[in-house]
Nanobody, 119 residues
Framework: QVQLVESGGGLVQPGGSLRLSCAAS????????MAWYRQAPGKERELVAG???????????YYKNSVKGRFTISRDNAKNTVSLQMNSLKPEDTAVYYC?????????WGQGTQVTVSS
């Protein structure tokens, strides 16, 4: 069982920055594929960025097209954390952001953190 706890959401003006963090426990963190999803009101949950498990042969990081060049996902295996640095935020980035961990075929989710981009 993997437990995930997100932090770092909040209210920011357009063009601003936020950094989301997710602390994982309950498994070997380096063996987990990690990702950030988001869900806006009335919309389906969507994948924003992903980073594979350490040593994975299945490529490197992934970004949704609309966040490329603005968001950066990173992991710290020593601290069992994954982060999402979000720059140049836009109102359309407003959503609840969820941390995801995948272990083999099982997905684990955090409770979500609200990000609101508004002037």
């Amino acid at each position: 069982q993997v437990q995930l706890v997100e932090s770092g959401g909040g209210l920011v003006q357009p063009g601003g920055s936020l950094r989301l963090s997710c602390a994982a426990s309950g498994s070997i963190f380096s063996a987990l594929s990690m990702a950030w999803y988001r869900q806006a009101p009335g919309k389906e949950r969507e994948l924003v960025a992903g980073i594979p498990s350490t040593g994975s042969i299945y490529g490197s990081t992934y970004y949704k097209n609309s966040v490329k060049g603005r968001f950066t996902i990173s992991r710290d295996n020593a601290k069992n954390t994954v982060s999402l640095q979000m720059n140049s935020l836009k109102p359309e980035d407003t959503a609840v952001y969820y941390c995801n961990a995948r272990q083999l075929t099982t997905d684990y989710w955090g409770q979500g953190t609200q990000v609101t981009v508004s002037s």
